[in-house]
C-alpha cells in the first residue's frame, strides 16, 4: 500500500496542527508561532529526543549531569501529537476493499496528520487500540515520515477493541499530555465515554475522527438477513424492509446527535466523517474549518 506520493506530502507540509487548551511542552502558554529557531532569546530546555538537531544540544550541561537536554529558543512551539488508531475487526469494512474502506482510510489519515506533526518538529506518538498493541515513537523531525508511513503500511484489522479500557490504559501510561486525536468507527460496546474523560483528566486536548462507511449510513440491503458482528461473531436475523431501515437510520442520527453533544459539552473536537470524502478534503478543508489545523 502507497499510502501517498510526493506532490501529497509537499501540500501537508504547509499545514500545522493547532493545540486551543493543552500546555505545550516545557513552555508556557499557547503556541506562539510555526516558526521555529529564529528567534536567539533562550526560553528553556526539553529532553533530547531521537530525531533531534544535534546543534541543538546543551554540551555545557551534558558534561556536567550526563543528560541530554535540547535548548528552545522564544518562538519555539513543542507540542506532543498523539495519534490512536483503532485497528480492530470492524474497520475492515467494506471487506471487498473499495476505496470506501474504513481502514484505508484510517491510515492515510493517520498518516497525514503524523507527517504534518513531524514536518513542524511536533513530538509524535502513534498507538494502534486493539488487541495488536502496537505503537510508533515518539519521534520529532521530518526525517522521521518515511518511517511512520512503512510503520502504517504494515497494519491489519483485527479483533475486538474496548475502547474504554484502551484509552483509560492510555491515559494511565501515556508520555506527556498533548493533543490527541482518536481514529475509530467508535463501535465498541461500552462505548468511549469513560475513556475520553480520563484522557481529558491528565490534561489531553482530544479529538474523536470518527470513521463510517457510506453503507453503514445507508445500507444497501433488503429481505431477510443474519447479521453477523465481526469482532464477537454474535448473530441477529432480520427482515430488512422500508419500515426497518427507517428506524436504523433514526437510530443511528441519535446515535450520532448523542456523541456530537457529549464533545460539544466537553469542550472535545468531534468531527463525524463518511469515507466517501475525499481524505484529501478532508484533511485541507474540514480539519481546518473545525480547527484542528491550519
Known amino acids: 500500500m502507497n499510502l501517498f506520493d510526493e506532490a501529497t506530502l509537499h501540500k501537508l507540509e504547509q499545514l500545522t496542527l493547532v493545540a486551543a487548551r493543552v500546555r505545550v511542552g516545557v513552555m508556557k502558554g499557547d503556541r506562539r508561532s510555526s516558526k521555529r529557531g529564529t528567534s536567539i532569546e533562550f526560553a528553556d530546555y526539553r529532553n533530547y529526543v531521537k530525531g533531534d538537531d544535534l546543534r541543538r544540544l546543551d554540551w555545557n550541561v551534558y558534561a556536567r549531569l550526563e543528560r541530554s537536554f535540547i ?17 480492530s475487526a470492524s474497520m475492515h469494512w467494506p471487506d471487498n476493499d473499495p ?25 509524535l506518538s502513534v498507538t494502534l487500540l486493539g488487541n495488536n498493541n502496537r505503537s510508533w515513537g515518539p519521534f520529532r523531525g521530518a526525517q522521521n515520515s518515511l518511517r ?80 453477523v458482528d465481526v469482532e464477537t461473531a454474535a448473530d441477529a436475523e432480520i427482515t430488512l424492509d422500508p419500515t ?39 484533511v485541507m478543508q474540514t480539519l481546518r474549518v473545525k480547527g484542528v489545523l491550519k
Open 99 to 123: 476505496p470506501t474502506h474504513k481502514l484505508t482510510y484510517a491510515l492515510r489519515l493517520t498518516g497525514a496528520l503524523g507527517h504534518i506533526a513531524l514536518t513542524a518538529g511536533d513530538l
Open 148 to 227: 511512520l508511513l512503512q510503520f502504517l503500511e504494515t497494519i491489519t484489522a483485527v479483533g475486538p477493541t474496548d475502547l474504554n479500557l484502551s484509552l483509560r490504559n492510555y491515559a494511565l501510561y501515556g508520555r506527556r499530555p498533548g493533543l490527541l486525536f482518536v481514529v475509530s468507527d467508535l463501535l465498541s460496546p461500552g462505548g468511549y465515554q469513560e475513556g475520553v474523560a480520563a484522557l481529558q483528566a491528565r490534561g489531553y486536548e482530544v479529538a474523536l475522527l470518527h470513521l463510517l462507511s457510506p453503507d453503514e449510513v445507508n445500507p444497501p440491503l433488503g429481505g431477510d438477513l443474519k447479521l
Open 71 to 87: 535548548k528552545l529558543l522564544e518562538e519555539e512551539e513543542d507540542l506532543a501529537v498523539h495519534l490512536l488508531l483503532d485497528a
Open 244 to 282: 426497518t431501515l427507517a428506524q436504523y437510520r433514526e437510530r443511528l442520527g441519535d446515535w450520532l446527535a448523542e456523541i456530537a453533544a457529549y464533545c460539544a459539552a466537553r469542550q472535545v473536537h468531534y468531527i463525524p466523517i463518511t469515507t466517501d470524502l475525499p481524505w484529501e478534503k478532508l
